[in-house]
T-cell receptor, first 114, second 115 residues
Framework: KNQVEQSPQSLIILEGKNCTLQCNYTVSPFSNLRWYKQDTGRGPVSLTIMTFSENTKSNGRYTATLDADTKQSSLHITASQLSDSASYIC?????????????FGTGTRLKVLA | EADIYQTPRYLVIGTGKKITLECSQTMGHDKMYWYQQDPGMELHLIHYSYGVNSTEKGDLSSESTVSRIRTEHFPLTLESARPSHTSQYLC??????????????FGPGTRLLVL
């Protein structure tokens, strides 16, 4: 069964600190892995996308890594800001029968405190 | 910021009313999706379309229906709203992508409350 699991479920950190969010998946056949940021009451916004051959991708203070062998990904946030408070969703897509299927994780809720 | 729009953003309505949630995108994407998301929970696919006159049910059973008469427009309708329909509804569209990089773009969502 295709699954995406994220940890921790929630996280509270102080402004300026770094943090790392985890994503483990069992999705086949793997096509790509994307991290989204979702502010409360808004739609998800893409942060990074990685295909099988990529093991790291950065977007400003966000750096995602992918280990396709262990089927793990992480999202590292550097020098956190209050605006980083949001849910971070890991989404893995599988390409099968000529179409993409998206498997969503339950997300990690990050709260950054002043 | 993606060019995908949803209206209304918020809707409070009584039980038994018929409602239509609007979704439109100006990116010319063939594929469009509707997701349902309860607070703090994951997104669940309820409908999708791969083009005009194409609609399919998603993984989560839903009493809603959709139509796709125009490429840019993918409305969702509830014939008789019930409190169990209270949720956030997210519309998305996706491009063709290259090299395995098909990307979904999400609208801002509609938060529905049925009393």
């Amino acid at each position: 069964k295709n699954q995406v699991e994220q940890s921790p479920q929630s996280l509270i950190i102080l402004e300026g600190k770094n943090c790392t969010l985890q994503c483990n998946y069992t999705v086949s056949p793997f096509s790509n892995l994307r991290w989204y940021k979702q502010d409360t009451g808004r739609g998800p916004v893409s942060l990074t996308i990685m295909t099988f051959s990529e093991n790291t991708k950065s977007n400003g203070r966000y750096t995602a890594t992918l280990d396709a062998d262990t089927k793990q990904s992480s999202l590292h946030i550097t020098a956190s800001q209050l605006s980083d408070s949001a849910s971070y969703i890991c989404v893995v897509s599988a390409f099968t029968s000529g179409t993409y299927k998206y498997i969503f994780g339950t997300g990690t809720r990050l709260k950054v405190l002043a | 910021e993606a060019d995908i729009y949803q209206t209304p953003r918020y809707l409070v309505i009584g039980t038994g009313k018929k409602i239509t949630l609007e979704c439109s995108q100006t990116m010319g994407h063939d594929k469009m999706y509707w997701y349902q998301q309860d607070p703090g929970m994951e997104l669940h696919l309820i409908h999708y379309s791969y083009g005009v006159n194409s609609t399919e049910k998603g993984d989560l059973s839903s009493e809603s229906t959709v139509s796709r008469i125009r490429t840019e427009h993918f409305p969702l309708t509830l014939e008789s709203a019930r409190p169990s329909h209270t949720s956030q509804y997210l519309c998305a569209s996706s491009d063709r992508g290259r090299g395995g990089r098909e990307t979904q773009y999400f609208g801002p969502g509609t938060r529905l409350l049925v009393l």
